[in-house]
């Protein structure tokens, strides 16, 4: 029997596996490793999974846990990287009457900038089959992921969904967000039909996102509609960097079927891109990585 954990800043989700991979039981908490006081991790493991711990073979973790922030600081494998190179790179702990404990790595490309994910891949490899070209994992800080197939051979991050909170929370913007304001698809719209359109403005996102005041000040929006308008204007204008320079490009798979993923598939339908939804969970991560250590 394994214990595997996806343990991220804010959750703790855990699995008992088979040694095929077969999820036995499943286990949730809200003890991130955010709530964690003084690196009392062993502690909060035995609190969380004690039950599980006698008959175990070996515990898998991974997500913010193996950070340099987290118990142990696993070391990142470097792209190209499989499920395989996953193990290779994890770093082995026997820590009191635990079973061994294996913290995995996160997966990180260094040129031309470093760019990293620490977690992400479990659900990536969790997708059935041979990967997809070009994944979108949508969130506060959205993951873009090229595969050979079998591989993660690049990645890059877009930190558009916090930025979008910030200006909804604390901006010149914000103070024009009505407190009561309904969702409007049709803002949406608008804003990534504006960040699409390189000819109605010379510049980027930075002059566009001012166009959420200048557009209220001419009764051109309305203030109830901002915050969508926003979301259009930087999802709009993250997906054009994505697909700059690869005008052939049909088809983009969305990682989950959360809000925001909903809203960049309809993003994605401005720009004459394909996005079919593919499940990929971390527990399929998890089991694919087990049979593999397993055979």
């Known amino acids: 029997m394994f214990i595997t954990v996806e343990w991220t800043s804010s959750a703790f989700h855990a699995w008992r596996m088979a040694a095929n991979g077969a999820v036995l039981a499943e286990h949730k908490s809200q003890s991130g490793v955010n709530s964690v006081r003084e690196g009392a991790f062993e502690a909060v493991l035995r609190a969380e999974l004690g039950a599980w711990l006698p008959d175990s073979e070996a515990i ?20 190209p990287a499989g499920i395989s190179e996953l193990f290779g790179k994890a770093e082995r702990r026997d820590i009191g009457s635990l079973p061994p404990i ?18 992400e891949e479990m659900a990536i490899f969790g997708i059935e089959g041979t990967l997809p070209e070009l994944i979108v994992l949508p969130g506060a800080h959205s993951k873009w992921v090229r595969t050979d197939g079998q591989r993660i051979v690049d990645l890059s991050t877009y930190m558009s969904g916090e930025i979008l909170n910030l200006l909804r929370k604390d901006s010149l913007l914000s103070k024009l967000i009505p407190a009561d304001y309904a969702p409007s698809e049709a803002a949406f719209d608008r804003g990534v039909a504006i960040a699409r359109d390189k000819g109605a403005l010379p510049g980027g996102v930075l002059q566009r996102l001012f166009s959420a005041r200048s557009l209220v000040l001419f009764d051109q929006l309305k203030p109830h509609e901002i915050s969508d308008y926003l979301s259009g204007v930087l999802i709009g204008s993250e997906i054009a960097e994505v697909l700059a320079g690869q005008p052939d490009l049909s088809s983009v798979v969305i990682l989950g079927e959360t809000p925001v993923a909903y809203s960049y598939r309809r993003a994605l339908q401005q720009f004459g891109t394909r996005s079919p939804v ?10 694919r990585l087990i049979v593999e250590l397993s055979a």
């Open 60 to 79: 898998l973790l991974s997500g913010m846990v193996t950070s340099r922030t987290g118990w142990v600081e696993s070391p990142f494998a470097i792209v």
């Open 102 to 119: 294996y913290f995995l790595p996160g997966i990180a490309r260094q040129d031309p900038l470093p760019d990293v994910m620490r977690g």
């Open 278 to 287: 593919k499940a990929g969970s971390a527990a399929a991560g998890f089991a």
